[in-house]
C-alpha cells in the first residue's frame, strides 16, 4: 500500500467565509473564522493511500480483487473487462479531530465541519492527480461501500483488509458498524472505465443533497440491481 500524506491544503480565510457564505458576516465572526483557518492550516494533514490490484475470479454477484471476494453485482459488472484496479482511502486526517472550537457559537462548528471537507477534497483530488499521472490512466470511474444497496456498507471491511493497515499508516479506523472515523473519510475502488459510471445513477433516492447524476431507471435495468 501507498501513502500519500504530504498533500498541500491551501486554505485561506476568504475563501473559508466565501465557501460558509459568510462573506457578509459581522467582525467578530471574521476574527474567529480567521483563528479557525490559521489553527486548521497549522495542523492538517489531508492523507490517502491506495494500492494497485488485479480483478479475479467472477460469479454473478461477486467479484474477486486480490484475494478479497466482494459481494456486488454492480461492481462485477464495472470490472468485467478489467484487470487492474486502485482500492483506495482518502481522509481529511486524524488531526483535524484535534481541534476544538473556543466559541459555542454554531457558526464556527459549521465552518469547522467546511474546513475538514476541504481538506478531504485535497486528498482525494491529489490522489485522483497522483493516480492518472503515475499510471497513466485515461478516464476512471469508482464505487464506494455503502453508495448502493448492492454493495452495503459492511463490505468497507474487507476492502479495509484489502488496502491493509490503513489505521496504523493513515489513522483512519472503522467502527463496529463499518464507518469510518474520522468520519470525513471516503474510500472504494477506482478502475478505468470507457463510459463514466456514477453510483447515484442506480439510486433512486429522492431529494438527496449529494445527488450527482440523475437516476437512470433503465440503467438500473441493464445492471438487474436489485433482481
Ligand atoms: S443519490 Fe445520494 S444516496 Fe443515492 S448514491 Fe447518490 S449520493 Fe448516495
Not at 136 to 143: D, E, K, P, W
Request: with cysteine; aromatic share 6%; glycine share 4%.
Amino acid at each position: 500500500m501507498e501513502i500519500l500524506d504530504n498533500i498541500p491544503f491551501p486554505i485561506t480565510t476568504e475563501e473559508m467565509l466565501r465557501r460558509a457564505h459568510l462573506t457578509e458576516a459581522d467582525p467578530e465572526t471574521v476574527t474567529e473564522v480567521g483563528e479557525l483557518v490559521e489553527a486548521a492550516r497549522e495542523v492538517a494533514r489531508p492523507k490517502a493511500c491506495y494500492d494497485v490490484a488485479y480483478v479475479g475470479e467472477k460469479t454473478e454477484a461477486t467479484v474477486t480483487i486480490g484475494k478479497t471476494v466482494f459481494a456486488s453485482r454492480v461492481l462485477r459488472v464495472n470490472l468485467d473487462s478489467v484487470e487492474r484496479v486502485f482500492p483506495y482511502m482518502a481522509t481529511c486526517g486524524v488531526e483535524l479531530e484535534e481541534i476544538k472550537p473556543t466559541s459555542q457559537d454554531m457558526i464556527v462548528t459549521y465552518c469547522l465541519d467546511i474546513i475538514k471537507q476541504a481538506s478531504l477534497s485535497a486528498a482525494t483530488i491529489h490522489l485522483q492527480e497522483h493516480l492518472t499521472g503515475k499510471f497513466a490512466l485515461g478516464q476512471t470511474s469508482q464505487m464506494n461501500p455503502g453508495s448502493l444497496e448492492d454493495w452495503p456498507i459492511t463490505e468497507q471491511s474487507k476492502l479495509f483488509e484489502l488496502l491493509g493497515n490503513v489505521e496504523e499508516l493513515a489513522g483512519v479506523r472503522l467502527t463496529d458498524s463499518c464507518l469510518m472515523i474520522p468520519q470525513k473519510s471516503v474510500s472504494g475502488i477506482i478502475f478505468p472505465t470507457e463510459v463514466k459510471f456514477q453510483s447515484c445513477q442506480l439510486c433512486p433516492r429522492s431529494n438527496c443533497p449529494s445527488r450527482s447524476a440523475p437516476y437512470n431507471p433503465q440503467l438500473s435495468q441493464a445492471y438487474r440491481v436489485g433482481q
